[in-house]
């Protein structure tokens, strides 16, 4: 019972929160009894090892354009400088052009294609595309099907655009 009053609480919170607009583009924070996380969009808490597991569904962060090339640019960069937080990374949609030669970004993703943590790209997306996939040992292609039963084991999911 008094769980269910905590879960009640939550929402109630959570429903205040998006009511009030108390919430921006750029930032969610999300508060329970034991953690203060701040997120990024498209950032997924992985609840079972801590680790983040990030959603990449473009080449470009916010706008399709090279200042929005530039930012993701950055992202890729601290990520690469944290890369013992993270997990793994799913590629979807216009995401699996990271993958490609010819993209600017290519380099600083192949930084991160390199590290320790797995690769997960969309095989439709690969098709649509025509992105040549590398099979490695820390990265798998999988169909979005299966990318979104696993997406949805994810505990915490916030995307925001």
Request: aromatic residues 10%; proline residues 2%; charged residues 25%.
């Amino acid at each position: 019972m008094k769980n269910k009053e905590n879960q009640s609480n939550n929402l109630e919170s959570y429903a205040d929160l998006y009511s009030t607009g108390a919430t921006s583009a750029s930032t969610t924070v999300v508060e329970d009894q034991e953690t203060n996380l701040n997120l990024f969009p498209d950032l997924i808490l992985d609840d079972s090892n801590g680790n983040l597991t990030i959603v990449i569904n473009h080449d470009y962060y916010s706008t399709d354009s090279e200042h929005g090339r530039e930012l993701l640019g950055a992202f890729l960069d601290i990520l690469a400088d944290e890369f013992s937080k993270v997990s793994r990374i799913f590629l979807i949609d216009k995401g699996v052009k990271l993958l490609d030669p010819n993209n600017k970004l290519y380099a600083a993703f192949k930084a991160l294609d390199d590290l320790e943590f797995s690769i997960v790209c969309c095989r439709e997306s690969i098709d649509e595309y025509e992105i040549e996939f590398n099979k490695k040992n820390n990265n798998e292609l999988l169909s979005m099907h299966d990318i979104a039963l696993e997406l949805m084991s994810v505990p915490y999911l916030f995307t925001l655009s």
